[in-house]
Nanobody, 124 residues
């Protein structure tokens, strides 16, 4: 099993920045890809970014390209999401996810491990 804990959410004005962190514990040796999803009230969970754990391969949603950047620190079992130029439409609960298969999947069903989520609110 892999446990994921997110941190770094909060309230920010439009145009501002936040950095989210996701730290994995447990059977991290079996983890091959991590990703971030977000879910706004009344909407489906939406793909944001996915990153392979042992390569530089990354997939990023079109809606955040040029504004969001993913990175990782393998020694700390932590993935980061740097969010710049935030917009009110970025407001959502952001979830960290992980899978063992290493696929840069964009659908939530491909990720068996999930964190509890962290709220990001962008005011206009």
């Amino acid at each position: 099993q892999v446990q994921l804990v997110e941190s770094g959410g909060g309230l920010v004005q439009a145009g501002g920045s936040l950095r989210l962190s996701c730290t994995a514990s447990g059977s991290t040796f079996s983890m091959n890809a991590m990703g971030w999803f977000r879910q706004a009230p009344g909407k489906e969970r939406e793909f944001v970014v996915a990153m392979q754990w042992r390569s530089d391969r990354t997939a990023l949603a079109d809606s955040v390209k040029g504004r969001f950047t993913a990175s990782r620190d393998n020694a700390k079992n932590t993935m980061y999401l740097q969010m710049d130029s935030l917009r009110p439409e970025d407001t959502a609960v952001y979830y960290c996810a992980a899978n063992k298969i290493g696929v840069l999947a964009t659908t939530p069903s491909r990720y068996p491990y999930w964190g509890q989520g962290t709220q990001v609110t962008v005011s206009s």
